[in-house]
């Protein structure tokens, strides 16, 4: 059974706060999935989450690369599927070794979401004006449903 949560910013530096609370609560194996139109906040929720991790820098979306490594608290690998041709160069990627001592988190999920592991944090994003967006957390597993409902007590604070 899936744990969903929805939540509204109103700023990117409010979906950099989301982003923050969750690297702060990452654990090595984390695999955090972003999934919304261009323009939505994926990246931005990203860097909040680098920040969370301890991550100096900014951390950019590696569309031309796929993904970028950042080492911090634990080592964030940021992956971007975009142009992604063929879901099958996933398996090339080598996700499960990442897992093994970082997080992991990707934009564009949906376009291989049948070759990832069964438990994440599926993040939607919904942009609702220029600033302001909607985030639908949807947690596959135990560890991630709880990781929601530390996230409630975040959102409920602001």
């Not at 920040?51 to 970028?68: E, M």
């Amino acid at each position: 059974m899936a744990t969903t949560l929805e939540l509204t910013t109103n700023s990117p530096e409010e979906t950099q706060a989301l982003g923050h609370r969750l690297g702060a609560e990452a654990m090595p194996g984390d695999l955090i999935l972003l999934s919304g139109e261009l323009g939505s906040g994926k990246t931005t929720l990203a860097q909040g989450v680098a920040r969370g991790l301890d991550i100096k820098g900014y951390a950019h979306s590696p569309t031309f690369v796929l993904v970028n490594e950042y080492k911090g608290r634990l080592t964030l690998y940021h992956i971007d599927l975009y142009r992604l041709d063929d879901p099958g160069e996933m398996a090339e990627l080598g996700i499960e070794e990442m897992l093994t001592d970082g997080v992991c988190i990707v934009e564009w999920a949906e376009r291989a979401l049948a070759l990832l592991p069964s438990e994440f944090l599926l993040i939607e994003l919904f942009a609702l004006a220029p600033t302001h967006r909607r985030l639908r957390l949807e947690a596959r597993g135990e560890h991630y449903q709880r990781l929601i409902a530390r996230l409630r007590t975040f959102a409920k604070s602001r």
